[in-house]
C-alpha cells in the first residue's frame, strides 16, 4: 500500500509494517492445521456429464485444470445438480470472472482447449466439479483446495 508516496507493507492482519501472512488454509497467522490438502487426479472417461468430485463448502485455494488440451470441458455446478455456474447445457464459455458459492474464481484457457479454474474461497455451500464428455479421451484433470476441518468432515 502506498502512503504519502511512499509504499508500505500491509499484513493479513490490516496492520501497516506487519509480515503476518494466511497460512495454507487462509488463516491469517494461522499454522496450517485448520485445513487439509485435497490433491487429486481424476483419470476415468465416461459420456456427457460425469461428476468428478463435491469440493466441500469453506473450501479456499481451489485450483482445476486439464493436464493436457481436449475437446472435453469442465463445469461447475450447485449442490441441486441442476444449477451450473460454468458450463451448463454442453457449452464452453469464453474466459471470465466467476461469482460462484459465494466467492470469486477466473476460468481461463492458458492455450487453445486447455481449461483451468481457480477460486480464492472460502466457499460458502458444496460445488459440484464436473467433466463433459466430447469423443476425446480424458488427458486426465488434477484439482486441488483446501478443505476446512470440521466436526461434518471430522475424518480428515
Known sequence: MCVAGECRVVGCDWVQ???AV???CGVCQGNGTECIIVEEIFKETGANYVKIT???AGSTKISIE??????????LGAED???????GNYTEDSDRELHV???VGYYFHPEDN?????IAGPTTSNLLLYTSFFGDPNPGITYKYAAQCNKQNSDY
Open 66 to 75: 486439464e493436464m493436457k488440451p481436449s475437446a472435453n470441458t469442465l463445469a
Open 81 to 87: 445438480g441442476m444449477t451450473f455456474y460454468l458450463n
Open 101 to 103: 458459492a459465494g466467492t
Open 22 to 24: 494466511d497460512d495454507r
Open 54 to 56: 463435491t469440493i466441500p
Open 114 to 118: 486447455l481449461e483451468k479454474i481457480i
Open 17 to 19: 509494517g506487519s509480515d
